[in-house]
């Protein structure tokens, strides 16, 4: 281990180093890789990072969590999640309250949320009719933590309550320089953390007064035990909530915006799309009939690996170790990069195209070696929301595709990445009731 070196790359200007240009240059990772291959460094932060590219590298650092690696995420998320957050938690602990707040995401909790799902989703459609014209994004936005708003603490209309909004400020403030001051992002992010643990705390006050804990994600959690058959305290239960109303919020958007792009962009897809869900018209929407819409489900994993909403995630290196013949030494970050391994034309074939026929059973490309096709991450962290992102995620889009239709305004379509992507100027679109 002695002999080997650290990876190529750049580790100049000792505190920002390339902080800025990783934040604003979407082609950061990926100029890099061209200039010294799969695996390089850089500064981040003050930190030095490793960025890994790759099916291997995906399974390196997501089986080795808690031996070689750690969770780490950078210094403005971790203060705005708080320090009882289920993503900042590590080791036996980490498993432990996974297992609790996995409950809420149970198949039976899952049956239950598609009404509610459908309800929401038919209001904003229509809303949609009768606008004509919008820009989608923000729409989406809102629709989204609705639903979270909604599904997780009972709230209506969450994205016009005071919540709401001290949300939408504490999200702008994530990816920030923790510089604590009344005018910085991270300053006003802060103090909508504080507002909104109060707001929470309030809903679960009530919540244990009226004796009832309700039937949403909160009230699961509210009756959930751990091993000791301890409840989760006070300070804890505000902190998985508001990571919980973060997690399945940013990514669905982006997620759903990417969706409603990509099939505007390739109409024979949406025509192919459209075609398989002509059987299910009138058909009460269940797990049961949406696990039937199998070319709706090449499509979602398409988009999901074309734009992945997160791009990759951070680990702090425990314990020196080697990849690729590079050393990574202990202390060090690393950044498993989940969008560049989903353009590998080793795994894809013709990567850049769109093309949901890739994961059809005949040529199910992301079978062939494992973590090639990974938006949810892997191994003991994978993301805790999936099949609750794959439910809200296909529900919306059979709605869609059975009774709606879109078209793509002129407008800029670079997509933005930060914090989850998104065309820039907003997705404009006209919207209608399919004739
Ligand atoms: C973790 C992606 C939706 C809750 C993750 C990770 C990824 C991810 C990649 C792992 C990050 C890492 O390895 O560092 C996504 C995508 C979504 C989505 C692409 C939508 C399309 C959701 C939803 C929820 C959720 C709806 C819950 C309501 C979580 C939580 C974690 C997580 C709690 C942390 C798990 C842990 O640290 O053990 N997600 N997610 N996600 N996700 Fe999601």
Redesign the pocket.
């Known amino acids: 281990m002695s002999s080997l070196t650290t990876p190529p790359g750049q580790l100049r200007l000792p505190l920002l180093g390339e902080t800025l240009a990783f934040l604003r240059d979407p082609d950061f990772a990926k100029k890099r890789h061209r200039q010294y291959g799969p695996i390089f460094k850089t500064q981040l932060l003050g930190n030095p990072t490793v960025f890994l590219k790759g099916a291997a590298a995906n399974d390196f650092v997501l089986s080795h969590e808690n031996q070689f690696f750690v ?1 780490s995420w950078p210094p403005s998320v971790k203060r705005l999640l708080g320090p009882l957050s ?2 900042l938690q590590t080791g036996a602990l ?1 498993l432990q309250r ?1 297992k609790l707040l996995a409950q809420a995401f149970q198949p039976r909790a899952l049956a239950g949320y598609v009404p509610v799902l459908a309800a929401i989703s038919e209001q904003y459609l229509e809303r949609w009719v009768a606008l004509e014209t919008l820009t989608w994004y923000p729409e989406l936005r809102n629709y989204t933590f609705d639903i979270a708003g909604k599904l997780l603490i009972g709230l209506d209309d969450a994205a016009q309550t005071e919540l709401g909004h001290w949300f939408a400020t504490w999200c702008e403030g994530l990816f920030s320089l923790p510089l604590r001051l009344p005018w910085t992002r991270f300053g006003k992010a802060f103090r909508c953390r504080e507002q909104l643990l109060t707001g929470l705390e309030t809903l679960i006050r009530e919540r244990q007064q009226a004796g009832s804990q309700g039937s949403d994600a909160l009230g699961v959690l509210l009756r959930a035990r751990d091993e000791d058959g301890q409840p989760l305290g006070l300070e804890e239960l505000k902190d998985q909530v508001l ?2 109303l973060f ?2 919020h940013e ?2 958007t982006s ?1 759903l915006a990417s969706f409603c792009l990509l099939l505007a962009q390739h109409p024979a897809v949406k025509d192919r799309a459209r075609a398989e869900q002509s059987q299910f018209r009138g058909v009460p929407l269940s797990l049961e009939t949406l696990k039937q819409m199998t070319y709706l489900e090449q499509v979602l994993k398409e988009v ?1 690996r074309c734009i992945a ?2 791009g990759g ?1 951070f680990r702090q290196v425990l314990q020196s170790c080697e990849f690729g013949g590079f050393l990574l030494p202990q202390g060090w970050s690393v950044l498993y990069e ?1 969008n560049l391994t989903h353009q590998d034309s080793e795994l894809f074939l013709a990567p850049e195209q769109f093309d949901p026929g890739r994961f059809s059973p005949e040529r199910a490309e992301d079978k062939v070696k494992p973590f090639s096709h990974v ?3 892997g191994g003991v ?5 999936k099949e ?2 794959r439910l809200e ?1 296909k529900l919306f889009a059979a709605k869609l595709l059975q009774g709606y239709d879109w078209s793509l305004l002129p407008q800029d379509l670079t997509l933005v990445t930060v914090p989850t992507p998104h065309p820039k100027d907003g997705l404009k679109v006209r919207f209608y009731r399919q004739p």
């Open positions: 969770v289920l993503a980490h996974r990571l919980l997690a399945g990514t669905l997620a999901l909403p997160v995630g989940i938006p949810f991450g962290r994978e993301c805790l929301g609750f992102a995620l």
